[in-house]
């Protein structure tokens, strides 16, 4: 293994989980609360890799190196945190957050 994706969930403040198992939305968030918990979630996962000698990349081929250790990509779950706002996906990217995925349920 050479890569694995360091991911925050972003709505992850406003769920709960259901008495069968699963999660489900709690409650609404507030305007910005998801925003400031992805990026909580993001420094707390960099510093646990950095403490791990694991360092984050922005590309795969920095991972590819030859003799590489496995390294970590930063990623969220959701796109909750972008509150419709289009500019924080070019913000997320200069952040280096390389991967956003999103599900309806």
């Known amino acids: 293994m050479k890569l694995i994706s360091l991911t ?11 008495p069968r198992g699963g999660f489900y939305a709690a409650r609404e968030p507030r305007p910005g609360e ?3 918990s992805m990026y909580r979630e ?4 960099r510093s646990w ?9 922005l590309s795969v081929e920095a ?16 796109g ?8 924080r996906v ?9 991967s956003s995925s999103s599900t309806t349920g």
Do not use: C, H, N, W
């Not at 925050?8 to 259901?18: M, N, Q």
């Not at 909750?80 to 500019?87: A, P, Q, S, V």
């Not at 070019?90 to 390389?98: A, C, D, K, L, S």
């Open 90 to 98: 070019q913000e997320t990217f200069e952040r280096g957050i390389r």
């Open 34 to 36: 998801l925003y400031a």
């Open 63 to 78: 991972a590819e190196a030859p003799g590489a250790p496995v390294r970590g990509l930063l990623a969220v779950e959701g």
């Open 49 to 57: 890799s950095a403490s791990a000698g694991m360092p984050t990349v």
């Open 8 to 18: 925050a969930t972003s709505d992850s403040p406003v769920l709960a989980v259901k």
């Open 80 to 87: 909750d945190f972008l509150e419709g706002r289009i500019e």
């Open 42 to 45: 993001l420094d707390a996962l």
